[in-house]
């Protein structure tokens, strides 16, 4: 194959593109009635200067537990308004939460995305806060005809001709799914149900209402399997589905929602990474609030601007209420530094992390009943990455196991996904005697729970092997070629319990719009990306962090002479 053959978006895209690239995939989707809906829903919220002007907030502490990007954003847009802030990051060694870039070398030129890994064109927040630091962007190449198949031990380039030839006959399907092409029996299957919502009763995908339109919230408490289901798919046609989407069907028990949370907004379009790493949007942010002279603040004199104190390694163990009459909240938290446990009171907190760990933290007195369950109930999967530092890159070989330059090749064996670098695509090249860094792995759910728990040593070779299977390789060839390599079990990380929130069917409509409501009198608000309409994805942590910023900043200013 060409590499003209595969056509990239532009890098360092202008709004103007993004939104040619976004109106672009919802034709082909048969939606183009929802581009101005999706760009909106995920647009920044307003500008937190807008419920209160600078200085409003001057002299009044506030906490922020947790400094992924959701905790950063908030503390940015807060800073505005002159409050003191001090963000708890349990982490020590780095920043960026669940972004997390590994580099296998000093000069920092190869890398692996431990975490988040890929911007949407259409998610309007993360490209707001790309521009305001001036990061540069790459395309992220999410499909590539080259790219391999291998379901039930047959191994195919992924076409859907391919498919249609050679993985249909290994499934009991009905003569009409048999005779339906690929594109159409998966989007039937898939999307379809939520295509036969009307555009605003769509909408609701993107919101956090207390109600929702009740065709909505039908499929929302459907599964995804039930959807199939009740699409009168066979069990044969589900099973094919299965085994090709195999990073939808670990969560075919989860709520349909989450499926049409990615589809709506045609998230896996247009894809783009940033350059050097992802990690460098969280130490944008970062930089940005250590800095006594920071240059992202428009028409805010720099003197003016709060105070940000970062404090790595601080755990914190429990959220108390304090009994004076001056109501506020005292934060405990142990420095894992020396062991010791220290409590600072602050006016206001902002819950930033998952409720996977603030159910290990000690409440006193407890939330409300509905967020002390969805603290105890809130669903969260696992994902289990493994890198492999590659000598070469065998994958862009002339040879019957290579030709991709990016894209992704998919199975039904425990591995679930290869993830090949989209640099040299970019570069429109093949150079595979360059040394390369090859996503091996990346599985979700029970898969990624099972080879997680195997140990180190096993878990490589049962990477490598399944790698080799899925090019065709033999057995052993892949020894020589990695040098070295790198993994990470989100369940087992201590200061996450998982790698994103996927809501059971009905969870939405039972917890999400209660977890953004505010505890202790107004004192306590809550953010992050299980705590907003796009779980898993920068945009959602990034719009609920600047969301319940401003929210914050509202119910401060009402209540001004009680700080």
């Known amino acids: 194959m060409s590499i003209e053959m595969l056509k990239l978006h532009p890098r360092n895209p202008t709004n103007e593109q993004r939104y040619e690239m976004v109106k672009e995939a919802l034709n082909e989707a048969g939606r183009p009635e929802d581009f101005y809906n999706v760009i909106n829903l995920l647009s920044p919220p307003p500008d937190i200067t807008n419920y209160a002007p600078p200085l409003s907030l001057k002299g009044v502490r506030i906490g922020i537990i947790g400094g992924g990007v959701a ?61 305001l630091f001036s990061l540069r962007t790459n395309p992220f190449v999410q499909y590539n005809p080259m790219t391999f198949l291998l379901v ?42 939520m295509n036969n919502l009307t555009p605003k009763e769509r909408t609701d995908i993107l919101r956090i209402l207390p109600r929702y339109s009740t065709p909505y919230e039908y499929l929302d408490n459907l599964s ?76 805010i004199p720099q003197h003016i601007l709060g105070t940000c104190k970062w404090k790595s390694g601080c755990v914190v163990t429990g959220i108390y209420k304090t009994s004076n009459k001056h109501e506020r909240v005292s934060i405990e938290y142990r420095n894992t530094d020396n062991n010791r446990t220290y409590m600072e ?46 000598k070469r890159r065998f994958w862009e070989d002339d040879e019957y196991y290579g030709g991709i330059l990016g894209g992704v090749s998919y199975t039904d064996e425990a591995i679930q996904s290869i993830v090949y670098p989209s640099d040299h695509a970019v570069r429109q090249v093949y150079c595979p005697e360059e040394p390369g860094i090859l996503l091996a792995s990346y599985s979700l759910s029970l898969d990624s729970i099972r080879v997680g728990g ?8 049962l990477t490598k092997r399944q790698v080799e299977k899925v090019h065709g390789l033999p057995a052993g060839y892949l020894d020589n070629i990695v040098k070295e390599y790198k993994s990470i079990d989100w369940n087992t990380e201590p200061y996450f319990r998982g790698a994103f929130a996927v809501n059971a069917p009905g969870q939405k409509q039972l917890f ?52």
């Open 345 to 390: 009171t602050f006016d206001y907190v902002i819950c930033a992390n998952p409720f996977s760990t603030l159910r290990e933290v000690d409440v006193a007195p407890v939330f409300s009943a509905r967020k002390m369950q969805a603290i105890k109930e809130f669903t969260y999967e696992n994902s289990l990455k493994t890198f492999f530092y590659c």
């Open 454 to 461: 195997m140990k180190e040593e096993a878990k490589f070779e």
């Open 71 to 131: 905790g950063l954003s908030s503390a940015f847009e807060l800073r505005k308004l002159g409050a003191d802030i001090t963000i708890y990051e349990a982490l020590k060694d780095r920043i960026g939460g669940r972004i997390y870039t590994y580099y296998f070398d000093k000069s920092k030129k190869l890398y692996g995305e431990l975490g988040a890994m890929r911007v949407p064109a259409s998610h309007e927040t993360t490209w707001h806060y790309i521009n």
């Open 152 to 193: 039930r031990n047959r191994r195919i380039r992924n076409t859907s001709e391919n498919i249609e030839k050679y993985i249909y006959p290994l499934f009991p399907l009905r003569k009409w799914e048999r005779d339906t092409p690929w594109d159409e029996l998966h989007n039937y299957g898939m999307i379809s149900s």
């Open 512 to 563: 999400t719009y209660n977890i953004l409501q505010p505890e202790y009198n107004g004192r306590i608000f809550f953010a992050g990306e299980h705590a907003s309409a796009n779980h898993a994805w920068i945009q959602g942590a990034l719009y609920s962090g600047k969301f319940t910023a401003n929210n914050l900043a509202k119910y401060a200013i009402s209540h001004k002479n009680q700080c």
């Open 224 to 299: 995804i399997r039930q959807v199939l289901q009740k699409n009168k798919l066979s069990q044969g046609a589900i099973e094919l589905i299965a085994g090709i989407d195999v990073l939808t069907s670990p969560f075919f028990n989860a709520s349909y929602n989450e499926l049409m949370q990615e589809n709506y907004p045609v998230t896996f379009n247009y894809l783009y990474q940033i350059d050097g790493g992802m990690v460098n949007l969280p130490l944008a942010f970062h930089r940005s609030l250590t800095s006594e002279e920071p240059t992202e603040y428009e028409n």
